[in-house]
């Protein structure tokens, strides 16, 4: 058996939705920030917005948090060595492969191919 719906007499309330406020008329905006306040605030905003805004503010520094109390401290003011020169292996396997080239070319007469007969014994 389903459930019974029951409803309600209240109306239904969205949300977000209040009341409008009644001195959006009187708001006078900031010279500092072009936020709006009342005409009676902006006085008092204008002298905190002032103070805040002439503070330079510091970057938060999140790898020095999160290295805070591990072992890795001791490693937080090296700096990485980034101009490490890397190796140029195509360069290295060209030159690798015409060394080859010239040592096949002047191979002792020993190192030659030869017909060698191989035997093979079984018991």
């Known amino acids: 058996m389903p459930p019974k719906q029951v409803k309600s007499k209240a109306p239904a309330v969205k949300k977000n939705e209040g009341p409008a406020p009644a001195e959006e008329k009187d708001l006078v905006p900031c010279a500092i920030c072009s936020r709006k306040f009342a ?32 072992e890795a401290i001791k490693y937080k003011d090296v700096e990485p060595n980034l101009n ?34 191989v035997q093979i014994v079984v018991k």
Not at 40 to 67: G, S, W
Not at 92 to 104: D, P, R
């Open 39 to 70: 005409s009676d605030r902006i006085e008092k905003h204008k002298v905190i917005c002032e103070k805040t805004t002439a503070k330079e503010r510091e970057a938060f520094d999140v790898r020095e948090q999160r290295l805070d109390g591990t």
């Open 84 to 117: 490490v020169e890397k190796a140029d292996w195509k360069k290295t396997h060209t030159n690798m492969m015409s060394a080859i080239k010239e040592a096949k070319k002047t191979r002792p007469p020993s190192a030659k191919k030869q017909d060698i007969e």
